[in-house]
């Protein structure tokens, strides 16, 4: 939602000025939203939902002090690992993204929403159903190839298609709203006991393996298409878990089970920039908004950014650095502060968020229509919430939609409408079989559930 509600302010930057202040405010948002899950048990962002597990838990025993510590040092490391598996793969996947052609691109593309789907909390078919939709959402407006106007309802407002900002803004911010007006959110009345004496070193020093692991697994998921950081601090929490020796103890207030969740929760920054960077597939949901950013200021993600802007690439890696040094550094100057703000009244808080949202629906265009869509697409993930459905995949459907109709009718063009192009090409068949193992795997390990609502 920051990302959202802050694109409008880099329109009058220059393309590098614009990424760094893009990048400042990612990376420091992914530690932000730990800090409300360890104070208040109210986590900012997905990937610190698994936070709360043992934050929150250290403080009711009145160590909130070291719980943010370790969550800050974990992410800061985190960050700093999945930055150099960005540096080090990101050019490697770059040289092989040149042999994609639209086939590739069609088969990455359905990957990517395919996992999104297989890895979303709940049934994988509601998964695939909200891709869906977000798939249609993208088709909205005039078509490319034939120019004509699609799903618009016969209004002029929606010709021009779904923008991504009022679409996220509505799904993840106002939808939030709704759900904190109706469940009546209050803020906790007791001060977090943040006087106490901070973690040593030596007890930082014994989570060194736990944040290695978290970070390799936070950048390995990253950097699968739509995978998002809430899969790797889940995947890390159930592995940390498994390899403690205090296992019964996890939900108590166990170190290990905060470090590795909140160092894959960074690194996944760093992973979710390699798929952006090297074929212009959004790695989550704050890298569509970035994919957004980039395009609106003439830069197409991909393998030729790499050639022909390599002074740009050079700048996102020094700026997510840059980034989580001072998030480093101001997590310890503002953590009182940010505790006081959050002791601020649900309500008024509630009322801020909305504000903010029309404002950052409004200021994409100065369309008003773009309000009117943010708040329809607010009412949508409110009801999809009550229904258990994912809200993710339909605002990764709305981005890669128009890349997979675009590059499907390619590839059928080109081969003459033959569906046998993708099964031809070795890299488009190993995706496409894995996007289909990814869908069949819940029912085949579990036959019982074919049709079941929930797995």
Known sequence: MALAILLPVTYA???IAAMVFLMA????????????AILINIPGTPGAIVTQLEGYAMTCRGKASEALTYSLFSSTIGGIIGLIILMLVAPIVAGAAMQFRSPEFTMATVF????????TPGSTFRGVLSGAVGLLCGMVGFDLVTDVSRFDFGTSALQSGIELVPLTVGLF????????VENNTTQTDRTPPLKALTPSFAQLKRLWKTILRGSALGAIVGAIPAAGSAIAVAVSYAQEKRLSKRADEFGTGVPEGLAGPEAANNACVGGALVPLMTLGIPGDTMTAVLMGALLIHGLRPGPLLFTERPDFVATVYVALFLALLLTFVLGFLLIRHF???????????LIIIALLCVVGAFAIRNNVTDVYIMIAFGVIGYVMNKLEIPVAPLAFG???????EENLRRSLIISDGSWMVFIERPIALTMLLLSLGALFYPFLRNPGKLLSINQ
């Open 173 to 180: 911010g106002l939808a939030e709203v709704l759900r904190g």
């Open 339 to 349: 505790v006081r703000l959050m002791r601020t009244p649900s309500h008024i808080l």
């Open 13 to 15: 930057m220059s393309p």
């Open 398 to 404: 709305l981005i890669l939609g128009p890349i997979l």
């Open 25 to 36: 405010v990612f990376s420091a948002s992914v530690f932000g939203g730990s800090i409300s």
């Open 112 to 119: 990517g929403l395919t996992m999104l789907a297989y890895s």
